[in-house]
């Protein structure tokens, strides 16, 4: 079974521009969670999808969105980039549903790793 | 404001040796809380995930306890090998409505494992 596939995993932007972020879950998986970790912030928490609905979203302008596509694939858009938006972005997934399922797993993958200069 | 605080930031041990992390948490209301181990450059890969009603799990050499009274739980490394060597983020998961979950993070402990 495939894990959690994150493209590109390096890129390098400048001040200004947009970039667009992408995560394919694991099979079956509705849900899929955005994270960025910074070696000071630790990681932090972006939005969740699920079934295609933002479904929490955390402290984050507006300039950080996100959306899920039908398959589940999500993608993650940071528009005006700013020098503090250098990170790990990380996305995990996993199938959480009703309350009852709560604790299932959270599968992360590589990340992407974004350089603004 | 939910918080989750490790200690300590950073801990360097001999291999062979058993060391123990720290995790501290105000999250409410609590659902689990789960361990993480992350290389460097990749993404955390789970030890353990606890709820309420338990105190001890174990992963191979690595077990973690929770006590939901004080909010507390620790990860212990029994043997450390030098392939321990990473960060250790303890994550809780707290429910915010609607049948959905967020996790906070803790910045983790970074374990050198040193031969």
């Known amino acids: 079974k495939a894990g959690v596939t994150q493209t590109p995993r390096y890129l390098i932007k400048t001040r200004g521009q947009q970039v667009t972020l992408s995560c394919s879950p694991i099979?079956?998986?509705?849900?899929v969670s955005w994270y960025q970790q910074t070696p000071g912030q630790g990681l932090q928490f972006l939005f969740e999808y699920f079934s295609e609905t933002q479904r929490n979203k955390g402290n984050f302008p507006g300039r950080f969105s996100g959306r899920q596509f039908s398959n589940s694939r999500s993608e993650m858009n940071v528009s005006t980039l700013e020098l503090g938006d250098s990170a790990l972005y990380l996305c995990?997934?996993?199938?959480?549903?009703?309350?009852?399922?709560?604790?299932?797993?959270?599968?992360f993958g590589q990340g992407t790793r974004l350089t603004v200069v | 404001k939910n918080q989750v605080e490790q200690s300590p930031q950073s801990l360097i041990i001999l291999e062979g040796k058993n060391c123990t992390l720290q995790?501290?948490?105000?999250?409410?209301?609590?659902?689990?809380l789960r361990w993480y181990k992350q290389d460097t450059g990749r993404g955390p890969v789970s030890l353990t995930i606890m709820t309420f009603s338990e105190n001890t799990k174990s992963n191979g050499r690595y077990t973690a306890t929770l006590d939901a009274d004080t909010k507390q739980s620790s990860l212990h490394i029994t043997a450390s090998q030098l392939s321990d060597s990473a960060s250790y983020i303890c994550v809780v998961s707290g429910y915010s409505g609607a049948g959905s979950y967020q996790l906070t993070f803790g910045k983790g402990t970074k374990l050198s494992v040193i031969p």
């Open positions: 099979s079956g998986h509705r849900s």
């Open positions: 995790c501290n948490y105000t999250v409410s209301p609590f659902s689990n």
């Open positions: 995990a997934s996993s199938q959480t549903g009703p309350r009852h399922l709560s604790n299932t797993e959270a599968f």
